[in-house]
């Protein structure tokens, strides 16, 4: 799988859009860029998936470079109840691979 | 009924003793996966199974073995518990698209 870095914590004001960043800059072509988030100890949640354009769910968009060496996760209207860890994972969606999770950006949700 | 479903869900335990954490899934996946978590630190990987005959060591696998009975179960077994495996326990599995966590084992080995 490939390396992924991101900042150890971000705040964001209640309301505002929350911009997450990742870098990925050894990604494979056939890798996929997965968002989870873990609040405080519960099992980690997905929160969204791309391989190249860019994505968007109830929960929350994701935008992934044209080069895909990094992408941001976006929650458009930050709650309080956003407050987590969220890890940015690469790798191949199919097959035998084990899932690693890096150390996360704590975000924290200011009122 | 959860997905996935650990138990027990806290553990207090003594030196030395052997103890086992069950994981059951109830979305048919063939992958799963055993980590630990740490106070303030990320989810590290102890175990993981492709498939009933399938099991592979992570990055942290001493001190535990597991045993995947069936698609549906996976179990992590602590043979001599030692206090530095307090922790947080996470059993998880994942189809092509997301994975699946459980709500944790709460494990302290006085």
């Known amino acids: 799988d490939a390396k992924t870095t991101q900042p150890t914590s971000m705040d964001c004001a209640e309301g505002r859009a929350a911009n997450l960043p990742c870098n990925h800059s050894?990604?494979?072509?056939?890798?996929?860029v997965y968002w989870y988030r873990q609040i405080h100890s519960q099992g980690p949640q997905y929160i969204i998936h791309?391989?190249?354009n860019n994505e968007t769910n109830e929960m929350a968009s994701l935008i992934i470079t044209e080069d895909r060496k990094s992408s941001t996760l976006i929650l458009p209207h930050a709650t309080l109840r956003d407050t987590a860890v969220y890890y940015c994972?690469?790798?191949?969606?199919?097959?035998?691979?084990?899932?690693?999770f890096g150390q996360g950006t704590r975000l924290t949700i200011n009122p | 009924d959860a997905d996935v479903t650990q138990t027990p869900r806290n553990r207090i335990t003594k030196t030395g003793k052997r103890i086992m954490l069950e994981c059951s899934q109830t979305?048919?996946?063939?992958?799963m996966y055993w980590y630990r978590q740490d106070p303030g630190l990320g989810l590290r990987l102890i175990y993981y199974s492709f498939d009933v005959k399938d099991i592979n060591k992570g990055e942290i696998s001493d001190g535990y073995s597991v045993s995947r009975q069936a698609q549906a179960k996976f179990s992590l077994s602590l043979e001599s518990a030692i206090p530095n495996q307090t922790a947080l326990y996470f059993c998880?599995?994942?189809?092509?698209?997301?994975?699946?966590f459980g709500q944790g084992t709460r494990l302290t080995v006085v």
């Open positions: 994972i690469v790798r191949v969606a199919r097959g035998a691979q084990k899932l690693v």
């Open positions: 791309g391989l190249k």
């Open positions: 050894t990604i494979s072509g056939n890798e996929y």
């Open positions: 998880a599995t994942r189809d092509n698209s997301e994975a699946f």
């Open positions: 979305k048919g996946h063939d992958r």
